[in-house]
């Protein structure tokens, strides 16, 4: 499985790695339109400035996108799960 993330924090990142192993990590939120057209599966951290501006557009590559976010930042994690990502409370 081919995976694309873009998770800033380390211990994020750690946890992602360890789980997925070959994961790919991009450094900017519009560095994941490109990248996830070649991927399966692209993580996202929903808490980070840009990524919902680009989100709509990752998903039209057609990767399973699953975001994740701060449990009580429900307006995130519903505009997330607007434009087609599978969003998540931490």
Same mark, same amino acid.
Do not use: I, Q
């Given at each position: 499985m #081919? $995976? *694309?993330a873009y998770v800033p924090d380390l211990m994020d990142r750690s946890k992602l790695a360890a789980a997925a192993p070959g994961v790919t990590f991009v450094g900017r939120p519009a560095a994941l339109v490109p990248a996830a057209s +070649?991927? +399966?599966v692209v993580v996202v951290d929903l808490d980070r400035p840009g990524v919902l501006d680009v989100l709509a557009d *990752? $998903? %039209? #590559?057609g990767a399973r996108v699953v975001g994740f976010a701060a449990h *009580?930042?429900?307006? #995130?994690?519903e505009a997330a799960t %607007?434009?087609?990502c599978q969003a998540m409370p931490r």
């Open positions: #081919t $995976v *694309v +070649e991927a +399966e *990752v $998903v %039209a #590559t *009580v930042d429900a307006s #995130t994690l %607007a434009r087609g």
